[in-house]
């Protein structure tokens, strides 16, 4: 519905040439890269993530598998890009490759796997992380997103604890925001709701965002996806 | 790579056969470990207040559902031991004072530069409806709309207002006193707001002159 004139088509168009340039110390494209459903699959890869990679051995979210993929095609060192602050450097251009890559899936519904074990205890340690209240007010994400038509001020309060609907909550994200004209990743808007929730800094791709990117993905299954969304 | 797959396979069939006797994954230290080494100290927010108390920690561990009745009196009771009255014996500031820190939804972040209460608001309208004028409002919490006037609360100083005065301190001191698993965060036992900041809030909520009870 706000598809039209949707700033985030620059950041796809950029994110589309990053995937096919040349780039890194191995001056190599990411075109073989594995976001889940093959070498070089693109689409539809988006609504199928966070899942179980076997050659990491571990559960990734579109942002850590992108990391992986820059560093062992491209030669960039993964940690270095994680500890860029957002917006700046590779992390900048991590941005225009979730537009592109989330927008090959536009449309399409959510439809996480959950067969493997490390996929299930990814789950329930989301459900355990959402839950989790700490820091000088007490909140965690359920204060905020653990009940149905709430809001914070005028703002509507998607409930992440089931599937809110298509295009809404984990469904819309990465988003371009009107307020500041970037364009945010899962990772980010994570960040985002624990510096409101007045937690300490999460790390990019660390445990506990991959975590809850599975409790709210599998939650959202069948939920359709606008990503790349526009935000106010 | 398929092999092993298929061992993995065969094992879980085998573990998926004894199930009722394995013991059930110690999610607990999982997520403990998971948050330890998932967040790093930035600005004011350092990663000790990842370590719950143990009300947090059973608020959490229901995950939304109720608690059992005598744990949560437990908390309550611990709670309602926490909150202290003003040591002036005077409850009630200054309620314009109080309607600019109900606004207010500043403070403790890692972008915020000071703990001091004097950086932090009250937070009060992310979540409730305070005046009627006021139309930007959260929903999380309960109205406060004409909260003192519902209460019959006429004379703030009079005896017979002392309850709610006593109760709606407590409310703002330490909300887990009445209520085990509030949402609402501990302004006076967090050491949030000061004595001075809750007096103008309770003026706001209970003067009968402030825009909460036209």
Known sequence: MLADGNPAELFEAKGEELWKSKRGPKAATLEQCNLGKGPGVVKGAFVELPRWFADTAKVQDLESRLLTCMENFQGFDAKAIANTPFGKGEQANMSALVAWISAESKGMRFNLPQAHAQEQKNYELGKRAFYYRGGSHDFSCASCHGESDKRIRMQDLPNLTGNPGDGVGFAAWPAYRLSNGQLWGMQQRLNDCFRQQRFPYPGFASDVTIALGVFMGVNAKGAESVAPALKR | ?214
């Open chain 2, 1 to 214: 790579m398929k092999s092993k797959t298929f061992v993995w396979g065969a094992a879980a069939i085998v573990l998926a056969g004894c199930a009722s006797v394995a013991p059930a994954p110690d999610y607990g230290a999982m997520v403990s470990e998971m948050m330890r080494n998932s967040f790093r100290d930035e600005g004011i927010a350092k990663t000790d207040r990842l370590v719950q108390d143990p009300a947090n920690a059973a608020c959490s561990q229901a995950m939304g559902a109720d608690l059992p009745a005598d744990v949560a009196s437990s908390i309550e009771k611990d709670a309602m031991k926490t909150v202290r009255f003003p040591a002036d014996g005077k409850f009630i500031g200054d309620w314009r004072e109080g309607e600019k820190l109900a606004q207010n939804g500043r403070g403790m972040t890692w972008t915020d530069k000071s703990t001091a209460t004097s950086a932090n608001g009250g937070n009060c309208l992310n979540c409730h409806q305070v005046t009627k004028e006021e139309i930007s409002f959260g929903t999380i919490g309960p109205s406060l709309y004409q909260f003192g006037k519902n209460r019959g609360v006429t004379d703030v100083q009079s005896a017979e207002a002392r309850p709610i005065v006593e109760y709606t301190w407590g409310k703002i001191y330490n909300p887990r006193a009445t209520n085990a698993c509030s949402n609402m965060p501990r302004f006076g036992h967090a050491g949030l707001l000061d004595e001075t900041q809750m007096k103008d809030l309770m003026a706001l909520l209970l003067d009968p002159k402030s825009p909460v009870n036209q």
